[in-house]
């Protein structure tokens, strides 16, 4: 029986879950996952090198590395051929600035949350601790 897979951690849903060419009806869809979609995000737009992004979302650096190959060769096909992409979330925890707080999960505060986003005053947990 295979193992379990441990969820993923993001740092937000994107704003905007479909992209479609204007100049086709109805495209063909490709489903971008949403850890690929932060894979990207972390990677290619944030600049972070694969190890770095890895810790980010409590995973290898081989499963980012595949995450963010799988991710490419969607865009690509997406933008080469004109379909359409839907992202989904699939099995990832989102670690939104102002929903989540690690001490509340039994880790220490550090003023950053998973993802690394400055801690904000309204957590009832860093307020009490005065961070």
């Given amino acids: 029986m295979p193992r379990p897979k441990i969820d993923r ?29 932060e894979m990207i995000r ?23 590395a595949n ?17 359409a992409i839907r992202i989904e979330l699939g099995n990832c925890r989102v670690c939104e600035v102002g929903t989540i707080c690690p001490l509340e999960k039994g880790e220490t505060c550090d003023k950053k949350h998973r993802c690394g986003a400055a801690c904000k005053d309204k957590f009832k947990c860093c307020q009490q601790k005065n961070l």
């Fill in 67 to 83: 995450l963010l190959t799988s991710a490419h060769e969607k865009l690509a096909d997406a933008l080469v051929n004109g379909k």
């Fill in 9 to 37: 951690v993001i740092c937000s849903l994107p704003k905007h879950q479909t992209f479609a060419p204007r100049e086709v009806d109805s495209p063909t869809e490709i489903t971008l996952s949403a850890d690929e979609y």
């Fill in 42 to 64: 972390l990677h290619d737009l944030e600049h972070l090198h694969q190890a770095d992004a890895a810790k980010q979302m409590r995973i290898s650096r081989p499963t980012a």
